[in-house]
């Protein structure tokens, strides 16, 4: 026998991950650094013949492309919070930006890897000077910028309310400080910076290479093992934005066996569970337990206070027959 519920009154379904103002304003800042940069790079490798200094000129400007998605989806999430059409929110949005920024940045591998096999083939004369003091100030924009995306994990206050559902419906619906799940929109821009920096790292070891012993191919070389390295960074991106847009996180396995550990200890039997990440560091639950003497949706939210990664929770409850 499963009873029901009276309705509850109307409550949000705020997602957002912490610092999450604060995080878009720091992308755009990046932006406009990076974009600035670019400009420079693509025209100074171009003057001075670095395959390297090129590719690291257009792979910011793909970066600034990427990094606009971040910023976009920052505000959209932002701004829409509170509408109803999305039914858990719009914590999500930043792991869709995510992926889609992954994907640019694995075709940014492929196209620095494409165009440097063809420059091993066609190697052109470099002058290193230029190009190598070029370098240099675009890695210490790549670094600054790097500074400005890192993630401090800060944790914020928060406040909650809870809907009691009768004596055998529970929904909670708390705001959290995160602690599972990462932001990975962030995380997208940070990667993006980062790999700037290495192409500007390889490119000043190519260039210095040259430069000392004149082996032109080392430029391109270098080239291609950042592609190779930046492949595999986006490859671990596409994996972990993937997996919350499809609800397998892995943090969401952790916070179910911290459920099933609360709960089933007190004589009540998990039927049916299901956990799902809503937001950077927020989970949704939703708990079906069999019971000989079910207790009021109160005990039952005890149990799982200590989750605070469960930002909202519904729990059934059915009375064993047998």
């Not at 509850?8 to 957002?16: E, K, R, S, Y």
């Not at 091993?120 to 924009?141: H, R, Y």
């Not at 419906?169 to 932001?183: M, V």
């Not at 916070?255 to 200890?265: G, K, L, N």
């Given at each position: 026998?499963?009873?029901?519920?009276?309705?509850?009154?109307?409550?949000?379904?705020?997602?957002?991950?912490?610092?999450h103002?604060?995080?878009?304003?720091?992308?755009?800042?990046?932006?406009?650094?990076?974009?600035?940069?670019?400009?420079?790079?693509?025209?100074?490798?171009?003057?001075?013949g670095?395959?390297?200094?090129?590719?690291?000129?257009?792979?910011?400007?793909?970066?600034?492309?990427?990094?606009?998605?971040?910023?976009?989806?920052y505000?959209?999430?932002?701004?829409?919070?509170?509408?109803?059409?999305?039914?858990?929110?719009?914590?999500?949005?930043?792991?869709?930006?995510?992926?889609?920024?992954?994907?640019?940045?694995a075709?940014?591998?492929?196209?620095?890897?494409?165009?440097?096999?063809?420059?091993?083939?066609?190697?052109?004369?470099?002058?290193?000077n230029?190009a190598?003091?070029?370098?240099?100030?675009?890695?210490?924009?790549?670094?600054?910028?790097?500074?400005?995306?890192?993630?401090?994990?800060?944790?914020?206050?928060h406040?909650?309310?809870?809907?009691?559902?009768?004596?055998?419906?529970?929904?909670?619906?708390?705001?959290?400080?995160?602690?599972?799940?990462?932001?990975?929109?962030?995380?997208?821009?940070?990667?993006?910076?980062?790999?700037?920096?290495?192409?500007?790292?390889?490119?000043?070891?190519?260039?210095?290479?040259?430069?000392?012993?004149?082996?032109?191919?080392?430029?391109?070389?270098?080239?291609?093992?950042?592609?190779?390295?930046?492949?595999?960074?986006?490859?671990?991106?596409?994996?972990?934005?993937?997996?919350v847009?499809?609800?397998a996180?892995?943090?969401?396995?952790?916070?179910?066996?911290?459920?099933?550990?609360?709960?089933?200890?007190?004589?009540?039997?998990?039927?049916?569970?299901?956990?799902?990440?809503v937001?950077?560091?927020?989970?949704?639950?939703?708990?079906?337990?069999?019971?000989?003497?079910?207790?009021?949706?109160?005990?039952?939210?005890?149990?799982?206070?200590?989750?605070?990664?469960?930002?909202?929770?519904?729990?059934?409850?059915?009375?064993?027959?047998?």
């Amino acid at each position: 026998m499963n009873l029901h519920a009276p309705t509850t009154p109307a409550h949000d379904h705020f997602f957002l991950g912490a610092n999450h103002q604060r995080n878009e304003s720091k992308v755009w800042l990046v932006i406009a650094l990076t974009a600035s940069m670019m400009l420079v790079e693509i025209v100074a490798g171009t003057v001075y013949g670095s395959m390297a200094l090129v590719a690291d000129g257009w792979h910011m400007s793909t970066h600034a492309g990427a990094m606009l998605i971040t910023a976009l989806a920052y505000r959209f999430a932002r701004r829409h919070a509170g509408n109803p059409r999305f039914t858990f929110g719009t914590g999500k949005l930043g792991d869709l930006a995510g992926f889609a920024s992954a994907v640019v940045l694995a075709l940014i591998a492929l196209l620095i890897g494409w165009e440097s096999l063809v420059r091993l083939t066609q190697p052109i004369q470099i002058d290193f000077n230029q190009a190598i003091a070029v370098a240099v100030v675009g890695l210490l924009i790549n670094l600054v910028c790097a500074w400005l995306l890192k993630d401090d994990h800060a944790h914020h206050a928060h406040h909650g309310h809870a809907h009691g559902h009768g004596h055998h419906h529970d929904h909670d619906d708390d705001h959290h400080a995160p602690g599972k799940g990462r932001d990975n929109n962030l995380r997208a821009a940070y990667v993006h910076v980062l790999a700037d920096a290495l192409t500007s790292i390889l490119a000043i070891v190519a260039l210095l290479l040259g430069r000392s012993y004149g082996w032109l191919w080392a430029d391109p070389l270098m080239a291609v093992i950042g592609a190779l390295v930046i492949a595999r960074w986006s490859w671990g991106l596409i994996q972990d934005s993937g997996s919350v847009l499809l609800d397998a996180a892995a943090e969401g396995q952790e916070v179910r066996q911290e459920i099933r550990e609360a709960m089933e200890p007190t004589g009540s039997h998990v039927t049916d569970l299901h956990v799902w990440q809503v937001g950077p560091g927020h989970f949704a639950a939703i708990v079906s337990l069999m019971a000989r003497e079910p207790k009021e949706p109160v005990h039952y939210k005890a149990l799982l206070a200590h989750i605070h990664e469960l930002s909202h929770v519904t729990v059934e409850v059915q009375r064993a027959t047998t």
